[in-house]
């Protein structure tokens, strides 16, 4: 659709001889996909959304060369039916911030120069002529920025533990793997402003002393490889890769690696293990990655999101960063908001905002008018919250004390009419499916947990299986080796916690 949208835009502006006088682009993500395919009008951005192939002529012909909005593209607010005709003005967009995801949707990704007229390489600049690298470690502390990934770690922190381990060859490596289901936060960073990324890699090769990076991607994703590999050649050719870099004595390349869909492979040892041609399997820490990581170097591994945040904490500074969000958790949060909800899309919100707020006001509410029942954060690894946590605040600690956790951020809303029983078990059944086997606990663990599950769910089950499930769910979190496995039993635990009536009814109708 985007395709010939796109394609029919240029021929239509070429039938009028505009074709060098307005340019059509292709950007990243704008966020909204329950709206796509969008274009926006530059200078005056104008937003039309749900916009189809047939629909180009109408836009060059009325706006472009009559200078008046195709009022039926435009959003139409559910609240009072009025045409919107700003992002700016949209409920979807209002309350975000939008810091890692600053350029998606308003650069052209395949285009370096837009992305330098945006700011872009200027802190990879400032850090290599103004800084040591001991004093970018301090700022990216001080900023309070915690890993995106899911394990919330410092990152300063851990830029400062590979700083100081001594070795001839360290790596940078970012960790594209994303695997949860519905989760499509970093494969959205890469596509729409993947030099965001290589500029932050940069950086963190200066401050840990390493002039390697690697990008760990799943294969799944090509344009997000395509256009990683374009913004890489184009970085060399502008000397912002290679050696000495805007002319110091850094020097750093970085090289693409592809993962095969294993979501085990998110974990930074299994994921080490892969890149390095062995099976895609965790190993005990210590050691840890800092000390001995790929190829039994000292490596620092951060996700794309994490990445991502780094460049603008540099150019608007630590303060400015930590300004934003709760205590304990700095910055902001992106989510994939999915599920039965109206505006299902890419959200970048500060730490700190409510589930309400997100559900209801980003989100549209739940579709067909239908009752809230709960959310499901941190994907297979979180748990599902109820309506009692609406208020609470989204952070690190809040999410962990509610008996969920952030994740990499997926999101996904359930209503009335979902069976949290199968819920369960739709999880139960992935982490199954994508354990690599190797620790008993979790191999054989969950299998029979998933089979109680199973039994339960099909109305064969008793009280006693009830019982069964919560005693096994706390041994296979108790002595799993991975975080795959130590949390693989959440959505388990969390909807005996919230939903036992649930499970109740399924046993009763046993009876
Ligand atoms: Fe593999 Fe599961 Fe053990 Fe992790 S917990 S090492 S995924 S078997």
Not at 171 to 190: H, K, Q, T, W
Not at 193 to 210: F, L
Not at 470 to 482: H, M, P, Q, W
Request: glycine content about 12%.
């Amino acid at each position: 659709q985007s395709d010939l949208l796109k394609a029919n835009l240029k021929n239509r502006l070429a039938d009028h001889g505009l074709q060098n006088e307005v340019q059509v682009l292709q950007t990243g993500c704008f966020g909204f996909c329950e709206k796509g395919p969008i274009v926006k009008i530059q200078p005056d951005n104008t937003f039309y959304v749900s916009v189809e192939p047939k629909d180009a002529i109408e836009i060059v012909d009325e706006h472009i060369l009559k200078g008046r909005k195709v009022e039926h593209l435009l959003f139409k607010d559910p609240k009072n039916d009025k045409r919107v005709d700003d992002s700016k003005h949209m409920d979807f967009y209002k309350k975000q911030v939008r810091i890692a995801l600053r350029n998606c949707g308003f650069i052209n990704p395949e285009n370096i120069e837009e992305y330098i007229g945006n700011d872009g390489y200027a802190a990879l600049g400032t850090c290599l002529e103004n800084y040591k690298p001991t004093e970018v470690i301090d700022l990216i502390k001080k900023s309070g920025l915690r890993g995106r990934g899911g394990g919330g770690f410092p990152t300063g922190l851990k830029w400062e533990i590979t700083n100081k381990v001594e070795a001839d060859q360290k790596y940078v490596v970012c960790n594209a793997d994303e695997g949860d289901p519905g989760a499509f936060m970093d494969r959205s960073i890469l596509e729409g402003d993947p030099h965001s990324v290589i500029e932050a890699m940069a950086i963190c090769g200066y401050c840990i002393g390493a002039s390697k990076g690697l990008v760990y991607i799943r294969a799944e994703y090509p344009l997000a490889i395509k256009r990683l590999k374009v913004a890489l050649e184009q970085a060399a050719e502008y000397g912002l890769l290679g050696e000495k870099i805007l002319g110091s004595d850094f020097d750093f390349e970085i090289e693409i690696r592809y993962g095969a869909g294993a979501f085990v492979c998110g974990e930074e040892t299994a994921l080490i293990h892969s890149m390095e041609g062995l099976r895609g399997e965790p190993t005990f820490k210590p050691p840890f990655p800092s000390e001995s990581g790929y190829m039994g170097k000292p490596t620092n591994v951060n996700n794309v999101e994490t990445f991502a945040n780094i460049p603008p904490i540099i150019n608007k500074g630590a303060d400015w960063f930590a300004g934003i969000g709760t205590e304990k958790s700095k910055g902001t949060k992106v989510f994939a908001l999915a599920g039965k909800i109206n505006n299902v899309g890419l959200i970048e919100v500060p730490m700190g905002i409510t589930l309400r707020e997100v559900i209801y006001d980003i989100g549209g509410g739940i579709k067909d008018g239908k009752e809230f029942k709960a959310v499901q954060t941190g994907g297979p690894s979180g748990g599902c919250l109820t309506k009692d946590f609406l208020d609470t605040p989204i952070d690190y600690d809040n999410l962990l004390a509610a008996g969920s956790m952030m994740g990499s951020g997926g999101m996904i809303v359930m209503d009335e009419d979902d069976c949290m029983v199968s819920i369960a078990k739709f999880y139960l059944e992935f982490t199954l499916d994508e354990s690599c086997g190797k620790c008993t606990p979790c191999r054989i663990g969950n299998k029979r947990l998933f089979e109680i599950l199973d039994s339960i769910s099909q109305g064969k089950g008793t009280k006693e299986d009830i019982d069964k499930l919560r005693r096994l769910s706390y041994v296979i979190k108790d002595s799993s080796l991975c975080g795959l496995g130590q949390t693989s039993p959440n959505p388990v635990l969390s909807t005996l916690d919230h939903f036992i009536d649930e499970y109740n009814a399924h046993v009763e109708h046993h009876k």
